[in-house]
């Protein structure tokens, strides 16, 4: 079992920022993928943010160039640095891990709010 725990969210200014960190707890060795989910309103969830146990990252088009995903392994906690925030980037966000574990298991935080003033 893993636990993932958000923290870092919050109300900002458009053209703010705010960070954002999820620690891991539990079977942390088996963790491989984490990534970072938005939900806004009667919206789908979408991936924000992702990075690999070893550090390449992908992002949604609409956040690139904007936020920046790393990851501490020797932390156990990714975080997602969110500049030029903008009032559609409101959402609740979710961190997300995947296993390297046959079969691939995969968990989620509890979700934290950004909310992005215009």
């Known amino acids: 079992q893993v636990q993932l725990v958000e923290s870092g969210g919050g109300l900002v200014q458009a053209g703010g920022s705010l960070r954002l960190s999820c620690a891991a707890s539990?079977?942390?060795?088996?963790?491989?993928?984490m990534g970072w989910y938005r939900q806004a309103p009667g919206k789908q969830r979408e991936l924000v943010a992702g990075?690999?146990?070893?550090?390449?990252?992908n992002y949604a088009d609409s956040v690139k160039g904007r936020f920046t995903i790393s990851r501490d392994n020797a932390k156990n906690t990714v975080y997602l640095q969110m500049n030029s925030l903008k009032p559609e980037d409101t959402a609740v966000y979710y961190c997300?891990?995947?296993?390297?574990?046959?079969?691939?298991?995969?968990?989620w935080g509890q979700g934290t709010q950004v909310t992005v003033s215009s």
């Open positions: 997300n891990a995947d296993t390297a574990t046959i079969p691939i298991r995969n968990y």
């Open positions: 990075i690999s146990r070893g550090g390449s990252t």
């Open positions: 539990g079977s942390i060795f088996s963790i491989n993928y």
